[in-house]
C-alpha cells in the first residue's frame, strides 16, 4: 500500500487526475490518508502543490477526501496551499468547507500565517474573504501581519493591518 500511496501522491502533485483516477477505481479511498498521524494526506500533497484538477477529484463524492484533514499538529491542506500560495486551490478548499481558522499545535500558526510569512498576498486576499481572523497569534505571539513583517513581506503586512478582523 506505501507504493500505492506514494504513487497516488506523485500524480497528485502532477495533477494526473486519469492516473489518480485509476490508482482509485484499484485500492479505493484508503489512498487519500495515512497510515501515521505525522504524515500529510495525498490532499495537502495535491493543494501544495496548487494542482487543481486534483484537488477537485480528490474532494469529489466519488473520492470523498476530508478537506479538513489535519496531521497530528492540525497542519490542514489549506495550510499547504496557503504557504505555497495556491489562492485558487486555497478558494476550492474554502468552497469545500475548510476552516479558515485552523492554528496548528504547537506552533499556533492558521493558514493566513502561512501565507503571510511567505507574502502570498492573492491567497491573504482568498482567506479573508472566507473570514480568516488576523488577530490569532502565533507561538511568537504574532498576528499574521506581525509574521508578514518579520519575514520582510511588506505588502503581505500592509494588506493584513489594513484589514484588522479579529474574531
Known sequence: MVDTISSARAAAEADNVPLLRTIFDAHG??????????????????AAAGSLKAVCFLLSDAVGADVNAARNN?????????MSGQSEVCRVLLEMGALPNVQTAPQGYVP????????????????????????????????????????????????????????
Open 112 to 167: 493566513l500565517h502561512s501565507a503571510a510569512w511567505a507574502g502570498h498576498t492573492d491567497a491573504i486576499e482568498v482567506l479573508l474573504r472566507a473570514g480568516a481572523r488576523t488577530d490569532l497569534l502565533n507561538y511568537h505571539g504574532e498576528t499574521p501581519a506581525q509574521t508578514a513583517l518579520r519575514q520582510g513581506e511588506s505588502d503581505a503586512a500592509n494588506r493584513l493591518l489594513a484589514e484588522r478582523r479579529p474574531g
Open 29 to 46: 479511498s484508503a489512498v487519500c490518508g495515512s497510515k501515521h498521524p505525522d504524515d500529510l494526506t495525498t490532499l495537502h500533497f495535491a
Open 74 to 82: 492540525n497542519f490542514t491542506p489549506l495550510h499547504a496551499a496557503a
